[in-house]
């Protein structure tokens, strides 16, 4: 299992590459109402980076590893989906 250095980096790096990702088509869009949209997915991005360093404190029972890791694969398994919702609501609102 990775440590918990390198997972607050992953969430750190997903988090800043929707943001980025959102303030690079607020600087091209013109349209207020896809920017509010824009803004709106960078304030959940920003939640979901919160949430997901608050569980990551979490340090579980040593003798009961199993759950630790389960715990932990948990937690990597909702920083994905977290981020590809964001930038599946990204593209769309880009797009549509």
Sequence with gaps: MANI???KKD???LAYEVISD???????TSDEKVSD????????AVKLRNEL?????YRGDREKAAEVKD???????DMITGADELFTRLS???SG
Excluded: G
């Design 53 to 57: 360093f608050s569980r990551v404190s």
């Design 11 to 13: 969430i750190d790096y």
């Design 22 to 28: 959102c303030f690079a088509a607020m600087s091209v």
């Design 5 to 7: 250095r390198d997972l």
């Design 92 to 94: 769309k609102t880009v």
């Design 37 to 44: 949209q824009l803004s709106e997915i960078v304030a959940d």
């Design 71 to 77: 715990y932990y694969r948990k937690l990597r398994r």
